[in-house]
């Protein structure tokens, strides 16, 4: 019924009950629940042609608040978003490295407690902390599963861990899929049934939402776009696959392909080592006509196009977001590539355009779906095969 | 209302209205259309321990048929459903071959009329046909947008004309789409939230069953597996795509490196010409030990493994059922590399097992898919983006 209220809001107690179909006493009770717990408020009341007007409910987007959390090796990204998904606050900070979660989880509730400080937010209005991570995930017990960027955090109970680090219940989700969802509230996707997000940081990922739902699976490890075979006699993956898209277009092949050539003295850039700083760097140059450049990106993109055509013939989806870090340093390229992939080999095209943008905000989109997803958790619980911290 | 009825039947009204939270008042009105048509009866009382025992409510299967068809180049399946899914007759005459639907589809509606007079059916329990199609297809207008093996079908209103030709209204659905919720039906896939059927006659597709649900995407084009890009760099496919799984892997793709083998020397096959009787020739022999025809069944089952580890990592499924003609004929073999990829290469193994399985019965699962699609579609339009011929 909240969620009702939110999208369809200014909403009458008569049309909750002509849209849902429960009786008027079971709208009566959740609504003064939901009133007491100052979810809700009352706004004003609705012309009518006639009879008494009706009071009509709306959300009260600031009653409650979210704290989402991007980690990753590069980054780690902080966003506290209310109940309208609107962003309240917002940092970025050095990312894991490689240091474990033993150093990094405290540093995180540290970070956390000083937004929190620095915001001015009511403590009581902070419903909890959704962490978006790297993937595989297991949602139910609260790890990481495989992070090949992380392997330290393999296994380790990172979501018990935050929450008793900083006293809020937390969530873990897999930052496609939080991005996914976060572009969803970012308003990118209004008016498509059926999206993915190609999500590429360290590592590929992919999340889907069906109906404003993220997909989730069997067990909430969906859209591994990074672990599709590109080639099926190629190479045995760290995953146990073989011929990966991991192992052809992840910023850090551009880059190792990028080293070879500066060696052979075709390539006059810059490099520090470091994979996103020189990812970037190559974007640039690529954007600038720098031939080799554009070679090493365009190879990255044709692979991904290969995957992304794959994802479109098996899920049928009417659009693809471009987020995380290398789409925010090169997504005008690999929109240009994936949308020719998708519009002259994709099935979908004798039915449908598939169309492909970049994200309206590529950095902070996961962080700002993993806000979302455990205030959904924590406020719609049987919305969700949730799982949360109760003990917090 | 009608589901709830047949699956959790017998059922009393308080019951339905405990799980469904609909007022009494709604449910009263929603059953007494339901005795009024006769698709539910009443079914005694139910124990009560005090007051008055509750009459019970339970689906009456006899009260409606579904006929279904599917139609491929090898062979035409139809087979008449009741409401429970039961199977009250079947029939396998002769494929499309190079025949188009000017001359097919008029002889399937003399194949329907003989059925239904061969099996004594009342005509007005028939709802309507349903048309399991090799895809893309066009289920909004009716047509099959591009079948490889069926050319002359191409935006053809096979929709249409069948409904025109019987008199029932009809569906079109993708035959792996029809596959998939066929196996629901005939219950091959108990207990399984989320899982795939991968249906290879002519051509590879796949369906996804979502909580009992097919999973449709924005166009009723998903599943596409025949068109997974196995190897990037690949000759381009008919699709348009490059290095497509059905360039690697089909049972023609089998057949055809038979003959070369032949031809060798090395394969002392008697081989037809006819696709479907020498791939069961080849399959048959694999399973006898011969050496080359192993080999050669192999290479298809590993270029398929590839693909169905991409779609579990992609939609993280619990189970995968192989249906179609081409697994009836071979699927033990299929059934081992499939389950020895996805046991070491699925990502999701690091969370759960992915279990493979031939259909209980391949041959027939399009056919009583669509029937049950028909059903849906006509008795619960609301529960389906359903679009019928409701001219015929």
Redesign the interface.
């Given at each position: 019924m909240l969620d009702l209220i939110r999208s369809a809001g200014p909403i009458s107690r008569v049309e909750v009950a002509e849209t849902?179909?429960?009786?008027q006493a079971?709208i009566s009770t959740v609504v003064r629940e939901l009133l007491d717990d100052g979810l809700v408020v009352e706004a004003g009341r609705a012309e009518s042609t006639g009879g008494k007007p009706r009071v009509r409910l709306e959300i009260n987007p600031a009653s409650r608040l979210g704290i989402g959390v991007n980690l990753s090796l590069e980054s780690i990204t902080y966003v506290v978003a209310n109940l309208a998904g609107t962003i309240v606050g917002r940092q970025r900070v050095a990312g894991a490295g490689s240091d474990g979660p033993i150093s990094v989880v405290p540093r995180m509730a540290a970070d956390i407690a000083s937004l929190i400080e620095r915001l001015g937010l009511d403590r009581d209005a902070i419903v909890g902390i959704g962490l978006a991570a790297p993937g595989?995930i297991?949602r139910e017990r609260g790890t990481i599963?495989?992070a090949p960027a992380l392997p330290d955090w393999n296994g380790f109970p990172v979501r018990s861990a935050l929450s008793t680090a900083t006293g809020y219940p937390c969530t873990l989700d897999n930052d496609a899929d939080a991005a996914a969802l976060g572009e969803y509230w970012l308003g990118a996707t209004e008016g498509?049934?059926?999206y993915a997000s190609i999500y590429m940081g360290t590592g590929i990922g992919?999340g889907i939402v069906?109906d404003g739902t993220i997909y989730?699976?069997?067990?909430?490890?969906?859209?591994?776009?990074g672990?599709?075979?590109?080639?099926?006699?190629g190479p045995v993956c760290t995953?146990?696959?073989?011929?990966c898209l991991e192992l052809?277009a992840t910023p850090a092949r551009v880059v190792e392909a990028a080293v070879l050539r500066a060696a052979e003295g075709e390539l006059s850039l810059s490099l520090t080592g470091d994979v996103a700083t020189d990812f970037a760097t190559i974007a640039t140059a690529a954007a600038h006509g720098d031939a080799v450049a554009t070679e090493l990106i365009e190879s990255s993109a044709?692979?991904l196009a290969?995957?992304v055509?794959?994802?479109a013939?098996?899920?049928?989806?009417?659009l693809i977001v471009l987020a995380g870090s290398a789409f925010a340093a090169a997504g005008a390229v690999y929109v240009r590539y994936l949308s020719d992939a998708l519009r002259?080999?994709?099935?979908?095209r004798?039915?449908?355009p598939v169309e492909v943008r970049a994200s309206v905000n590529g950095y902070d989109a996961a962080a700002i779906g993993a806000a979302t997803l455990v205030m959904q958790d924590r406020l719609s619980p049987r919305s969700l095969r949730a799982v949360t911290m109760t003990s917090a």
């Open positions: 849902t179909g429960l009786t079971t595989p297991d599963t495989m498509h049934s059926v992919s069906i989730r699976g069997a067990s909430s490890n969906v859209g591994e776009l672990h599709l075979t590109v080639d099926a006699t995953c146990g696959n073989r011929g052809y044709q692979y290969a995957a055509v794959s994802l013939n098996l899920f049928d989806v009417e002259t080999r994709a099935l979908a004798l039915t449908h």
